[in-house]
């Protein structure tokens, strides 16, 4: 398999977004363009709407709306159009976020997000999605020293618990795709499991 779409997924305090540039780096010694890109975000209007989700209160299903909002306009303008120029895209996040914060911590009915992500997508799906998976009470360290939180950080651990345990059943759902790396670890050991995982796209 020559992995194109692959999505980096995880807990917020996993640490995933200090792995980028070096996912980056291996995969331009390919000879392939690559696009790097996030949700929510990616396009000028999904970064606007990335600046509501992150610190407006709204109902879970809005949240959830706005979400498959940004993402259709990231792969209209961005993922479909990258992909089909041969490209490696890799995105900070993608619609598994949606099952693990919307509909695991917040409970909207799995059910629903299917429908909006079968509508959004079709037949687009990541070729592999690694997961940062850490024990909560890392997690919730790891953040308490970091930058001011937004919305979704300053939830509680139960939240946190909810997202872990929805990632860990999406990976269990999808276990071609997902890779699962234990971000518990010192981050030499991290970079050292992602830098394995990248070998063999
Ligand atoms: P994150 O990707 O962690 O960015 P940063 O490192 O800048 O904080 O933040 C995005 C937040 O959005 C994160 O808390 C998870 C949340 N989110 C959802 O709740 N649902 C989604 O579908 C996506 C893509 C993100």
Do not use: C
Not at 88 to 99: E, G, M
Not at 129 to 140: A, G, H, K, R, Y
Not at 175 to 193: N, T, Y
């Amino acid at each position: 398999m020559t992995a194109k779409f692959i999505t980096l997924e995880g807990m917020d305090g996993a640490g995933k977004s200090t792995h980028i540039p070096r996912i980056i780096e291996i995969l331009k010694t390919r000879g392939r363009e690559v696009v790097s890109t996030r949700e929510p975000g990616g396009t000028p209007l999904g970064e606007r709407l990335r600046e509501l989700l992150l610190h407006e209160a709204m109902h879970a299903e809005t949240e959830t709306l706005l979400m498959f909002a940004a993402r259709r306009e990231h792969i209209a303008q961005i993922i479909a159009p990258a992909l089909a120029r041969g490209a490696y895209v890799l995105s900070d996040r993608f619609t598994d976020a949606t099952f693990a914060y919307q509909s695991g911590a917040k409970g909207v009915p799995a059910d629903k997000v299917e429908i909006l992500e079968q509508w959004v997508q079709e037949d687009l799906q990541p070729d592999m999605t690694l997961l940062f998976d850490v024990p909560v009470e890392i997690s919730i360290a790891r953040l308490a020293g970091a930058r001011s939180p937004d919305k979704f950080e300053r939830e509680s651990a139960d939240f946190f618990t909810k997202i872990r345990d929805a990632y860990l059943e999406r990976a269990r759902q999808n276990p071609q795709r997902f890779r699962i790396v234990d971000a518990s670890k010192s981050l030499g050991e991290v970079a050292k499991a992602v830098e394995d995982i990248i070998a063999t796209i």
